[in-house]
């Protein structure tokens, strides 16, 4: 049996990996280069689309929605096996779908993301799994409302919305190449149990978080790791009128909101301190070592949802064995956090942890070049744009940094269209290299009103035959007005 027969007998079996020693025994002048393996080509079974989303994350979702509603054939490519990203992993509350009213007197109540994102949020809201807008009552200069969503309902809820908007979604399936002849993406490489294959379209949007399609398609990236990874857990058997007490005894509660908790109105659904203050000294002490914060939300009675743990590695988080290595630490300072809350705070004398995200998140990884990047200045000054693709109101580092007069600003089309690149887009939280602009695009309901545009454009794109910075303004908007858009 010679070289090449061996890698195809092997490569059928799915034995590849194993070609080693035992390969080119006795063939001592066809020694590969030590340390290296060179792939066979191969011919994959390819299919077309109008367009490939990639990543059914928090944008993906609404993305491919948007999509398949405007009439494209449109195929969502999830890592994992359900869908909804770090808005189900990470982070506490949805921010934020309204304008920072409260904190600015006589500003009227507004709300700034529609579309679908709202659609699918009034949906999960009215079968039980969200809290709908509840008005915070305490810290409302940082956000006027707290959508707290559970978590498990948000995965069925999103899926089941693609499944009825004619999506072909393919969950455990992970991106692992783009094609690209010249300035257009052609097609994509998937690799899944079923096995490798291919997708071709039109165009292409990148929903990825950390811009894998982008970077393997040749766009000009950044990574800037000025985050901690992190990994959130739910605790599970928590007193939580009994923690409010103790925090309100020494006057120590920091965020708050009530709602429906368990199907139950007038409930605490968020809950932090001020600050560190009213954790004993040995508590502060033992969270700081672990990098744990506290703040979080909840949907149901004797559960919190968020509890996170902080790790700043040295490395990028695209590093894969600098990312193992934080897995296990994060596994462990988790355990350490449960321990923690057990021994020193009233109403987690039973905790133990309901759920961990499936591996680390982080604020950012890889920032994909866009043709438009939103300064702070536009953020803060509330800069509206002759391409606005929506708008946008929150900024996570309120009440320091706030939105003019508690108002808006516009995400223009220009911020979500890849540089260089004539068929891809970007949305979601690779977008914005400004760190402190990012505080405020990077959040959940601006991603996915990233994503309701971005899978907008690339359906018009790719039914009318337009390159992204052919596709007229007009017609965009027109679309976007039509699929509920707020744009003032
Ligand atoms: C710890 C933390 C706390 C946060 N807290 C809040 C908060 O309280 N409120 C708020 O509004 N925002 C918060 N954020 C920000 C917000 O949650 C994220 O910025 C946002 O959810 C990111 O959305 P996305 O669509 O860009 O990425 P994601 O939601 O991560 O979606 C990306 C999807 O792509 C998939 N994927 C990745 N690579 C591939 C591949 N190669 N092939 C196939 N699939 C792939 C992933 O599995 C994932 O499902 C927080 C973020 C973090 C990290």
Redesign the pocket.
């Known amino acids: 049996m010679n070289r090449r027969d061996f890698y195809r007998t092997t490569g059928a079996l799915g034995l590849g990996l194993m070609a080693g020693k035992t390969a080119y025994a006795g063939q001592a002048d066809d020694l590969p280069e030590p340390g290296f393996y060179t792939e066979n080509a191969r011919k994959l079974p390819a299919r077309e689309f109008d367009v490939v989303v ?7 979702v609404i993305c491919a929605i948007a999509s398949a509603r405007v009439g494209a054939r449109t195929v969502l ?4 096996g359900y ?5 189900v ?8 779908f309204f304008n920072l009213w409260k904190a600015f007197p006589g500003v009227k109540k507004r709300q700034l993301v529609r579309g679908i994102p709202a659609e699918m949020v009034d949906r999960l809201t009215a079968r039980g799994g969200a809290t709908g807008y509840a008005e915070m009552v305490k810290h409302f200069e940082y956000d006027s409302v707290c959508t707290a969503i559970d978590t498990e309902m948000y995965k069925l809820n999103a899926h089941e919305m693609l499944d009825e908007a004619g999506v072909y979604v393919c969950v455990n ?4 190449g783009a094609i690209r002849q010249g300035d257009r993406v052609k097609g994509v490489i998937l690799e899944s149990r079923s096995g490798r294959e291919v997708i071709m379209a039109k165009a292409f949007v990148d ?4 811009g ?2 982008a970077a393997h398609a040749g766009a000009e990236y950044s990574e800037p790791n000025d ?1 901690p990874v ?1 990994n ?1 857990m739910g605790l599970g058997n928590v007193d939580i009128e009994k923690y409010h007490h103790y925090l309100a005894e020494q006057n120590a509660v920091g965020q708050l909101a009530y709602g429906v908790r368990s199907g139950m109105p007038g409930r605490i659904i968020r809950l932090g301190s001020e600050g560190a203050g009213g954790y004993p000294p040995a508590f502060v002490q033992g969270a700081r070592q672990i990098g744990l914060s506290a703040i979080s939300t909840t949907t149901q009675d004797n559960y919190l949802m ?1 509890i ?1 743990m902080n790790l700043k590695l040295r490395e990028c988080p695209t590093d894969r064995d600098a990312v193992a290595k934080a897995e296990l630490e994060l596994r462990k300072r988790m355990q350490k956090g449960v321990e923690l809350f057990r021994q020193h705070i009233p109403g987690f004398e039973r905790a133990f942890i309901a759920r961990t995200a499936p591996s680390l ?4 990884g890889r920032l994909i070049a866009c043709d438009y990047d939103l300064t702070h200045e536009d953020v803060l000054n509330g800069r509206h744009f002759e391409d606005d693709v929506f708008v946008y109101g ?1 900024h ?1 580092m309120a009440p320091r940094f706030q939105i003019k007069d508690g108002g808006s600003y516009g995400i223009p089309y220009r911020a979500l269209c890849v540089k260089k690149i004539e068929n891809l887009y970007a ?4 977008i914005t290299t400004d760190h402190r602009a990012h505080m405020s695009t ?4 601006s ?1 996915m009103g990233q ?1 309701q545009a971005a899978g907008t454009a690339a359906a018009l794109c790719a039914l009318n035959h337009f390159s992204s910075r052919a596709l007229p303004y007009k017609i965009l908007r027109q679309a976007l007005e039509k699929g509920g858009v707020y744009f003032e």
């Open positions: 990639a990543g059914g994350g928090t944008a993906g490519v999830e890592n994992k869908v909804g990203g770090v808005a992993e990470g982070g506490t509350a949805l921010h934020s399936t992970l991106l692992a929903c990825t978080g950390y894998d399609l985050y992190v959130s968020f996170k998140v982080i604020r950012r929150f996570d949305a979601g939280m690779m990077r959040n959940t309901v991603c994503g």
